[in-house]
C-alpha cells in the first residue's frame, strides 16, 4: 500500500507516521506546498519522501487530502480528475458539507470517501505530529452510501488498523454536531484566552496563578487561525446556532450574580455535573 499525504500537519503528519508504523502502509509519499514542511517530516521519518502533486497521484493506491477545509474544497475535484478506478481519495476536514457539495457531480466521486477523525491538539505543522493522536477516538464516516463499498471498506480497514471507533452519520448532521461539540469549544477558549489578557495585564500573574482548570479550559486557544478560521467560515450558521445558546447561558449566569442568586446558580452547576455521566 502506497498512499499519498497531502498537507503534513498535525492531523496528516499523525496519520502518516501511525499507519507506517502499524504496517498499513509500505510507503508513504508527502505533498504540501510548504517545501520545509516537507523537509520536516522527512527529517521525522513521518514520511519517505516528497513529490509534486501529479506524481504523487501517480504511484499512490490512497491518497489522503489533510489541507485546511477551505482548500478541500479546490483541491479534492482536482484530485479525483487524476485518479482512476482502483484508487481512492479521502478527506479527513472538519466540516463536511461544503467539501461534499464541491465533488457531489463529479464522474469519480465513487471513488472519494468523506472522512473525520475526532482528535487533535492545539499545536499545528509537521514537528507536532504523534503516533498514537487517534488510537481509541472516533472517526466519523459520511455519506458512504454515495462511495464504491470497496473504497468503503478499504477506509475502514484504515481507521480500524489504528485502531479507531468508526460512526457513520450524513453531512449535514455532522456539522450541526461537531460545532456543538468541538468548534464552540474553540471559540470558548479564544474568548476566555481573550478576556484574561485584557483583564490581566500582568503576564507574571497569569503564567504564576494559572492552575491546571485555566489551562485546560484555555488551552485551545492556543490553536492556528489558519485551521481554524476556514472552519467557522464553512460551519458559520451551525456555529452561530450554538453560540448563541452558550452566550444566553452566560447571560443567565451573569443575571444570577447581580441578584445574588446562590440558590439558583447551585442549581445550575448541578445540571451541569451531568455531563459527567457522557464524560469521564
Same mark, same amino acid.
Given at each position: 500500500?502506497? #498512499?499519498?499525504?497531502?498537507?503534513?500537519?498535525?492531523? /496528516?503528519?499523525?496519520?502518516?507516521?501511525?499507519?507506517?508504523?502499524? /504496517?498499513?502502509?509500505?510507503?508513504?509519499? /508527502?505533498?504540501?506546498?510548504?517545501?520545509?514542511?516537507?523537509?520536516? $517530516?522527512?527529517? %521525522?521519518?513521518?514520511?519517505?519522501?516528497?513529490?509534486?502533486?501529479?506524481?504523487?497521484?501517480?504511484?499512490?493506491?490512497?491518497?489522503?487530502?489533510?489541507?485546511?477545509?477551505?482548500?478541500? &474544497?479546490?483541491?479534492?475535484?482536482?484530485?479525483?480528475?487524476?485518479?482512476?478506478?482502483?484508487?481512492?481519495?479521502?478527506?479527513?476536514?472538519?466540516?463536511?458539507?461544503?467539501?461534499?457539495?464541491?465533488?457531489?457531480?463529479?464522474?469519480? %466521486? %465513487?471513488?472519494?470517501?468523506? &472522512?473525520?477523525?475526532? $482528535?487533535?491538539?492545539?499545536?499545528?505543522?509537521?514537528?507536532?505530529?504523534?503516533?498514537?493522536?487517534?488510537?481509541?477516538?472516533?472517526?466519523?464516516?459520511?455519506?458512504?452510501?454515495?462511495?464504491?463499498?470497496?473504497?468503503?471498506?478499504?477506509?475502514?480497514?484504515?481507521?480500524?488498523?489504528?485502531?479507531?471507533?468508526? @460512526?457513520?452519520?450524513?453531512?449535514?448532521?455532522?456539522?450541526?454536531?461537531?460545532?456543538?461539540?468541538?468548534?464552540?469549544?474553540? #471559540?470558548?477558549?479564544? *474568548?476566555? *484566552?481573550? &478576556?484574561?489578557?485584557?483583564?490581566?495585564?500582568?503576564?507574571?500573574?497569569?503564567?504564576?496563578?494559572?492552575?491546571?482548570?485555566?489551562?485546560? &479550559?484555555?488551552?485551545?486557544?492556543?490553536?492556528?487561525?489558519?485551521?481554524?478560521?476556514? @472552519?467557522?467560515?464553512?460551519? %458559520?450558521?451551525?456555529?452561530?446556532?450554538?453560540?448563541?445558546?452558550? #452566550?444566553?447561558?452566560?447571560?443567565?449566569?451573569?443575571?444570577?450574580?447581580?441578584?445574588?442568586?446562590?440558590?439558583?446558580?447551585?442549581?445550575?452547576?448541578?445540571? $451541569?455535573?451531568?455531563?459527567?455521566?457522557?464524560?469521564?
Amino acid at each position: 500500500m502506497t #498512499i499519498s499525504i497531502i498537507g503534513i500537519g498535525l492531523i /496528516g503528519g499523525s496519520l502518516a507516521i501511525t499507519l507506517k508504523e502499524n /504496517g498499513f502502509a509500505q510507503r508513504i509519499i /508527502g505533498v504540501d506546498v510548504n517545501p520545509d514542511n516537507i523537509d520536516k $517530516a522527512i527529517r %521525522r521519518r513521518l514520511i519517505d519522501e516528497g513529490k509534486t502533486l501529479d506524481e504523487a497521484i501517480a504511484e499512490s493506491d490512497l491518497i489522503i487530502v489533510a489541507t485546511p477545509v477551505d482548500s478541500m &474544497t479546490r483541491v479534492l475535484p482536482l484530485v479525483l480528475d487524476k485518479i482512476n478506478a482502483k484508487q481512492v481519495v479521502i478527506d479527513v476536514g472538519s466540516t463536511k458539507t461544503l467539501i461534499l457539495e464541491s465533488v457531489q457531480d463529479h464522474p469519480m %466521486r %465513487r471513488r472519494f470517501v468523506a &472522512t473525520h477523525p475526532m $482528535a487533535g491538539t492545539e499545536y499545528s505543522g509537521p514537528e507536532s505530529a504523534v503516533p498514537k493522536l487517534f488510537e481509541h477516538k472516533y472517526t466519523v464516516l459520511c455519506d458512504v452510501e454515495h462511495s464504491d463499498p470497496d473504497a468503503v471498506q478499504l477506509i475502514e480497514s484504515l481507521y480500524q488498523s489504528i485502531p479507531m471507533n468508526i @460512526i457513520h452519520f450524513d453531512g449535514a448532521s455532522h456539522d450541526i454536531h461537531t460545532a456543538y461539540v468541538s468548534h464552540i469549544s474553540h #471559540i470558548s477558549s479564544f *474568548a476566555l *484566552a481573550l &478576556t484574561v489578557l485584557a483583564k490581566e495585564k500582568d503576564e507574571e500573574r497569569i503564567f504564576e496563578l494559572a492552575s491546571t482548570g485555566f489551562s485546560s &479550559t484555555v488551552r485551545l486557544a492556543k490553536s492556528s487561525p489558519d485551521t481554524w478560521i476556514p @472552519i467557522f467560515r464553512q460551519n %458559520r450558521d451551525n456555529v452561530l446556532d450554538v453560540l448563541d445558546e452558550h #452566550i444566553s447561558q452566560l447571560s443567565q449566569f451573569r443575571s444570577l450574580l447581580i441578584k445574588k442568586d446562590f440558590d439558583t446558580f447551585h442549581k445550575l452547576i448541578s445540571e $451541569a455535573n451531568q455531563i459527567r455521566k457522557i464524560i469521564s
